[in-house]
């Protein structure tokens, strides 16, 4: 079978044993912010092993994208020194939540492996937990593995754990023989590269307490992994995963790009640059990027190291974007993204790519300077390793290969030394933040009779029991539950909703912000249970936000159309007052693209289009919807709620409220835009009657500049100015066409300010330029009279002085003083207001002769008055504080020159 039919019938097997498919979540868990990486199948099942969620089915099955390099899970340094460690790999696994355990868990997996995909029988060996009788039992009992393949191991082999506390559980491990003339039982778990584990069933029984007790689980889950290029590696009968039909396009793609064979030493340097460039890959499409810290950094390292390989086969341009091609061809059927994404994908690794090879070569430089210095050592210095990572950005790792490679040990230690130090500058130079939980509505009870309908608040609120209510613990606030809930509770990005709850005796709370099971309210007022109160939301919020949350869908379709397909949601605001969106991309948005996304959006308010929302649509059926989307790390259930903005323009699945029509929106305008990470952008915009307080706040800016300009300049803009914002303030913000005319007018009058300030600004540097040199000239007069009165060596002068810079700048004095000094050495304070500067002018004939060099000479006598500065050798400046000892560091010069000329 080739790579897709094996993956397909692991699928196919365990849907006919009743399992949902469910499909592979992002490589970057968006949801969970204890992962850099999805690294296991488990993980968007997270949420229901901790009692915290669940699902519409007890049984699921699904092959998983997983990255393991950096964190916990880290295979990174193992990647090309054998034939099956990973960056990326894919990991199919099967699933009960509740439902079935340990028997059918390994009865299913014998069936799989030695009747569908025929493994002999006697190549395989089963470990089990030491204490874990049952598991025994159903090997020897329920399958026909022989008795003497079945071992027991302890705690590091065998037993799964998530993390330090939470749901635990013993494993039973399949292992495989590949050896030629047959395996020991001591070759189990050694280590042995051709004795490999190639399933682990996970038995979830325990929950692990903070004091290291195990308790019971009330439900037992199991979780399966099987690495997927281990196991088309033992059904295709190769030595390495890197030989199958997962690898071996892309080996074949480096080896026509490079001009290298596949053998000897450029084995594991190919292998490694098909393995990275399969994670990056993938990792791209899935959002990351890379950069100098978190998963971006680990991005950074795999395609630094892929680099450097590429080097070690003897080629030197950006190679691992070409490579990207290759992977979308091989795995765009089953994961669909690399294929969106794929030229989004390369440009982001090309650029990567030739910003480390502008730096690489230097780097090389000094990590060869450092290593040829070595005499009677085989440790290459950490505080060099250091600067090789903060200077040339070499990750540690890619330096302990190289060093590697000369028989070199890096020296760890130091380089964290190193590296702490970095960390304590960073941390003194900001201010730590702490909050405290207020867990108070955990003490609420009734919470699980709530009926949350955020879609059914009105304008006269809704007449609702009071189920429960508590102070908060942090005092002044007041915790209520409520069997009918209006109020939107903050997700997807949008904002809670606020408003009021009015009492039985005609009281108002007011309601500040609100969860899916209870409301928060200022104020001390007990509400009893069964007390009948009406809650109602403040709508003209509320349809300021819907009008912001509903742009927020145009304004992601319209950026994918002018960007380009790798355009996806990544964060977002929807608030009253303004909209935030965040994006993957690698570019500054030009200006003529923010009016091309204003225009398609505002073209699509403009035809007033019917917003239509569907709810509980079967999720089969909602993801048939054309270019329907979904975000990225989002968990749905089997019915969703989407909502339609035009079917052949914008379909997103969304709980949020929206606007009734698109013309309810308002005009649309992209108020900021700028980078928040490397490859992802951010813009601001506002709708409706926020673009009249943008309007406002874009006037003030204009009258502040205003102020300072003389009257010559501003007497045209004094009149207008009020006119516009009389207008601004009078008009209807969802009149369109007037809106946008007094945008038009208040972009072109912002214009001309600026314009009028720089012509301004530019006329004043002009005239403080003519002053300036009228100065220098004064001052040139100055130094004509010291130069007169200077003592003399032979025919040179040695001059010393004072002169008051007043407006004159210290270049222009400089070449004033270099000009006049025909013969000779000299320095010269310019007095300022509360500091003063050195000049040191050197005559070329003495710089030949006599070796003198004003930047020394500067750089010497600044640092007796508490300053410091340099230069060219005929002539140079420094800036210096102490003048109470001005004069004898004059003299002093004087003296020391005049005996170097003598």
């Known amino acids: 079978m080739n790579s897709g039919e094996i993956r397909k019938s692991f699928l196919d097997f365990f849907a006919g044993k009743g399992h949902t498919i469910v499909p592979s979540s992002p490589v970057v868990p968006y949801d969970d912010p204890t992962l850099l990486f999805t690294n296991a199948g488990m993980n968007q099942f997270k949420d229901v092993f901790l009692g915290k969620g669940a699902r519409e089915y007890s ?37 009960s939540f509740g439902d079935y355990y340990k028997k059918e868990a390994i009865e299913w997996a014998w069936d799989l492996l030695t009747n569908v995909w025929k493994l002999p029988k006697d190549r395989l060996w089963a470990t089990v937990f030491e204490t874990d009788d049952e598991a025994w039992e159903i090997w020897r009992n329920n399958t026909d593995i022989h008795h003497d393949h079945i071992l027991r191991f302890g705690e590091k082999d065998n037993f799964w754990e998530m993390g330090d506390t939470g749901p635990c559980g013993p494993c039973s491990e399949i292992h495989i023989d590949l050896t030629v003339n047959g395996c020991r039982p001591e070759d189990v778990n050694s280590g042995h590269e051709e004795v490999i584990e190639i399933w682990n069933l996970v038995f979830i029984q325990y929950n692990r307490k903070k004091d290291g007790e195990l308790d019971t689980l009330p439900r037992k889950h199991v979780d399966t992994g099987m690495g997927f290029e281990r196991i088309v590696r033992v059904l295709q009968g ?203 509505f955990e003490k609420l009870s009734g919470t699980d009779q709530v009926l949350y309908n955020p879609y059914s608040a009105t304008e006269s609120g809704v007449r609702t029991e009071v189920l429960d209510s508590h102070a908060s613990s942090s005092g002044g606030e007041l915790v209520i539950a409520v069997r009918s809930n209006p109020f939107y509770s903050e997700s997807g990005g949008q904002v809670s909703d606020t408003g009021e709850i009015i009492t039985p005796d005609g009281g108002s709370l007011k309601v500040i912000a609100s969860a899916k099971s209870y409301i928060v309210a200022e104020g001390t007022h007990q509400l009893k249970s069964g007390e009948m109160v009406t809650a109602k939301v403040d709508m003209n919020r509320r349809h300021a936000v819907e009008r912001n949350h509903s742009a927020t869908h145009l304004v992601h379709e319209a950026l994918k159309r002018v960007l380009g397909n790798h355009v996806k949601q990544v964060g977002s605001l929807v608030s009253d007052e303004y909209l935030r969106f965040d994006f993957p991309h690698f570019h500054k948005l030009e200006t003529a693209q923010i009016r091309d996304i204003e225009a398609l959006v505002n073209s699509k308010i403009m035809e007033s289009i019917p ?70 952008r951010r813009i601001f915009a506002r709708t409706g009657a926020g673009i009249l307080n943008h309007l406002n706040e874009k006037l003030a800016e204009s009258e502040r500049l205003l102020a300072e300009l003389p009257e010559k300049y501003s007497a045209k803009y004094s009149a207008i100015l009020p006119e516009l914002r009389q207008k601004i303030n009078t008009s209807n913000p969802y009149d369109l066409k007037l809106m946008m005319s007094l945008l038009n007018n208040q972009e072109q009058s912002a214009g001309e300010i600026a314009e009028a300030r720089e012509k301004y600004l530019e006329e004043k540097k002009a005239v403080e330029k003519q002053l300036a040199a009228a ?3 004064e001052i040139g007069e100055e130094i004509d009279g010291l130069i007169a009165r200077s003592p003399k ?10 002169v008051d810079a007043g407006n004159a700048g210290i270049k222009e004095i400089s070449e004033e003083f270099r000009k006049r000094l025909k013969n000779g050495v000299g320095l010269l304070a310019a007095m300022g207001e509360g500091k003063f500067n050195l000049i040191c002018a050197v005559s070329d004939e003495l710089v030949k002769e006599k070796g003198l060099n004003a930047g020394k000479l500067v750089a010497d006598a600044a640092k007796q008055l508490g300053g410091g500065g340099g230069g060219k050798p005929n002539l140079a400046t420094a800036g210096a504080r102490d003048a109470d000892k001005l004069d004898p560091v004059l003299s002093e010069f004087s003296k020391t020159i005049l005996q170097i000329l003598s």
Not at 59 to 85: F, P, S, W
Not at 409 to 422: A, C, W
Not at 665 to 676: P, Q
Request: aromatic share 8%; glycine share 8%; hydrophobic share 35%.
């Open 611 to 680: 917003v239509q929302t569907l709810v509980d649509v079967p999720i089969e059926e909602a993801n048939r919807i054309p270019n329907v989307k979904q975000l990225f790390g989002e968990k749905y259930g089997s019915k969703v709620r989407v909502v339609i903005i035009d079917e052949n323009f914008s379909a997103e699945f969304c709980g949020g409220t929206h606007v009734n029509k698109s013309a309810d929106i308002g005009l649309f305008k992209i108020t900021r835009e700028e980078s928040i990470a490397a490859g992802t």
């Open 793 to 802: 060596a032979g025919s040179h002068s040695v001059v010393t002085g004072k």
């Open 775 to 777: 100065k220098a000239r």
């Open 59 to 95: 049984r699921a099955a699904d092959t998983q994208k997983c990255i393991r390099a950096g964190g916990k899970h880290n295979d990174l340094e193992e990647v090309g020194m054998d034939g099956y460690h990973h960056t990326f790999f894919e990991m199919l696994g099967n699933w």
């Open 238 to 440: 190769r030595r390495s995963n890197y030989e199958t039909d997962i690898f071996f396009p892309l080996i074949e793609k480096i080896v026509s790009i490079t001009g290298k064979k596949y053998e000897g030493d450029n084995v594991s340097s190919m292998n490694a640059i098909a393995d990275h460039s399969r994670a990056l890959t993938f990792a791209i499409a899935d959002g990351a990027v890379p950069s100098n810290e978190g998963r971006g950094y680990v991005l950074r390292r795999i395609l630094r190291r892929a680099s450097r390989l590429a080097r070690k086969l003897d080629y030197s341009e950006p190679m691992i974007f070409q490579l990207s091609d290759t992977i979308a061809g091989l795995f765009g059927d089953v994961f669909p993204e690399v294929v969106q994404k794929n030229d989004f994908v390369k440009e982001i690794i090309m650029a990567e790519e030739e910003n480390f090879h502008r730096t690489l070569d230097r780097g090389i430089s000094l990590f060869t300077e450092v290593c040829d210095s070595l005499k009677d050592t085989k440790i290459f210095p950490g505080k060099e390793a250091f600067k090789l990572y903060d200077t040339f950005g070499f990750p540690l790792d890619l330096t302990e290969v190289m060093a590697r490679e000369r028989g070199l040990k890096v020296d760890v230690l130091r380089f964290d030394e190193e590296m702490e130090k970095q960390r304590n500058r960073a941390k003194s130079a900001r201010k730590e933040h702490t909050a405290e939980v207020d867990l108070s």
